[in-house]
């Protein structure tokens, strides 16, 4: 497997620009996943990587050899595509071979790397039959070797779980992540499912209108979102948003907003000190809210839209100010349309943005 640099990357459709100077650096084994919603440019940026598309200006590298000018077939990259590209007349065991017998290679040794692709992703029962007799996450694996008998120095993949049901979804990324796992291997995965990239990446590129927005772990992009798009884009249910104006008040800073209040702790409020205007964004996850029926310290009210039970949480929809938060509450809790509550901030899990600049604005 290989690593692969990203360097400062522009796809340009005459005046229209897909990918805006784009930089990241794929680790010798690490799994990545772009995401983003249609149109940011992450099929784009992958096309880009496997020479379907020519780079406009920057500069690709795999395994430290530059790849702008090489013709796809010559980059040492497979992939794999969001409608599987199997051959309808051939059987299983003829699509895996496929690749390799276009590429003139001796048929024991073909044989002998359909054999070991099949035991890998448990389809050897499968080679004799073809696609049409093939469920959907059978299609997928068998798609799936066909990339691995070529033995690629990256896998790209494209949206591959997309035409799956749910249930199957969730069995193929836990498949797909212990397929990374047992090969080490190089891959990019392409999918405008954030839940998927949390699940199976080590690392995520938030995309949006052709810029990178940020690049980091699952984890940090969760905990440490870099600006408000990526804030509203990462975790399900999307991260609460609520415009607030900050004001200082003795040495304190109050957030205020259409028929509320609330005090800043002193993390956040130098925050929004920091802050290039007086104008801030407060941004909270559903699970560092909480609901009370009564007014208590550092609550804000809210009024109830609608509930949403899901079995072992509920989501309860509140309208502050014209805003709708989403909290998650225990399904004991009753709670009823247009019911008054009060709704408390963990500070700790605050974050604050610069509603000028947009970006999060970090402690300290």
């Given at each position: ?39 940011c440019g992450k ?7 496997a020479g379907l ?46 690749p390799l017998k ?263």
């Open positions: 497997m290989a690593q692969v640099d990203f360097r400062n990357v522009v796809k340009n459709y005459g005046a229209f620009k897909a990918v805006k100077d784009v930089s990241f650096e794929v680790g010798d084994g690490e799994f990545v996943a772009l995401v983003g919603p249609s149109g099929t784009t940026t992958l096309n880009l990587i598309l020519d780079i406009t200006s920057g500069e690709i590298n795999v395994g430290g050899r530059r790849i702008n000018d090489l013709d796809p077939k010559d980059r040492d990259i497979a992939m794999v595509f969001q409608n599987y590209a199997l051959y309808p007349n051939k059987t299983v065991k003829q699509n895996l071979g496929f276009m590429r003139k290679v001796p048929k024991p040794e073909i044989e002998k790397k359909v054999s070991e692709a099949a035991k890998l992703l448990d389809i050897t029962h499968l080679l004799d039959r073809r696609p049409r007799e093939l469920s959907g996450g059978q299609q997928q694996r068998v798609a799936l070797g066909r990339a691995l008998v070529r033995d690629p120095q990256v896998f790209l993949m494209d949206e591959p779980l997309s035409n799956l049901d749910a249930k199957l979804r969730v069995q193929m990324r836990a498949e797909l992540k212990r397929f990374h796992q047992d090969l080490n291997a190089t891959i990019i995965y392409v999918t405008h499912d954030q839940l998927e990239a949390m699940t199976m990446a080590d690392k995520m590129a938030v995309m949006s209108g052709g810029s990178l927005q940020q690049y980091d772990s699952p984890e940090r992009v969760f905990e440490e979102p870099a600006n408000l798009f990526v804030a509203g884009f990462v975790g399900s249910p999307a991260m609460n948003l609520l415009p607030a104006l900050a004001t200082e008040r003795d040495g304190r800073v109050v957030a205020t907003g259409d028929g509320w209040e609330l005090e800043l702790a002193p993390r956040n409020a130098a925050c929004a000190r920091a802050s290039s205007t007086d104008k801030i964004i407060l941004g909270a996850r559903h699970s560092s809210l909480s609901l009370h029926d009564g007014e208590k310290p550092g609550s804000i009210p809210a009024r109830i839209y609608t509930v949403e039970p899901t079995g072992d949480l509920t989501y309860a929809h509140a309208n502050i100010g014209g805003k709708t938060f989403v909290i998650s509450t225990d399904p004991q809790h009753r709670l009823n349309a247009d019911q008054q509550v009060w709704i408390g901030f963990d500070q700790e899990r605050l974050h604050v943005f610069d509603a000028e600049t947009e970006q999060r604005i970090p402690p300290g």
